[in-house]
């Protein structure tokens, strides 16, 4: 069994949102040469249906947008009664060797690998409305003890 992280829905904001992909689909994924980036690709898309079996369909391809257009209305990215679960973006950075990934998992999750791009990315990613720019948590002071699980 594949274990899932299924956030109930919430009206709460978070950091993070795929908002921007079911608004403008593909249009969202623009590069930005001033960054580095000439391409970025949605490789996996997640929607989850809010009825009775709560269905988790997951596409994955080398670009899902791409895909789905080229399968005409049979792979519909977004099914009526359905709503984004999670994405993986490809970034593909001028001088790199290997696409960068974003994992995003709204509203709190978001995954940048490797670490060494995940300015690049964040900065990207903030642009286009897919995260908030929020501070980071500040670390204990040195007299306070750290709380281990």
Known sequence: MIATPRPTPSTEQGPCTLDPLVDRGQDALAPDLALGIREVAV???GTI????YQDVVVRRSSNVFQSAAAGGSVYDLLPR???PLFAVFRFHVVGAGQPYLAEIW???ILTLTPA???D???TWLVARGFTRNCPPI???S???PRVTM
């Open 106 to 108: 709204p509203p709190h």
């Open 142 to 144: 040195p007299g306070q």
């Open 49 to 52: 249906c809010d009825n009775v």
């Open 138 to 140: 500040p670390p204990p």
């Open 120 to 122: 690049q990315m964040k």
């Open 116 to 118: 060494y791009a995940a």
């Open 81 to 83: 009664g359905a709503r």
């Open 43 to 45: 490789q996996e898309f």
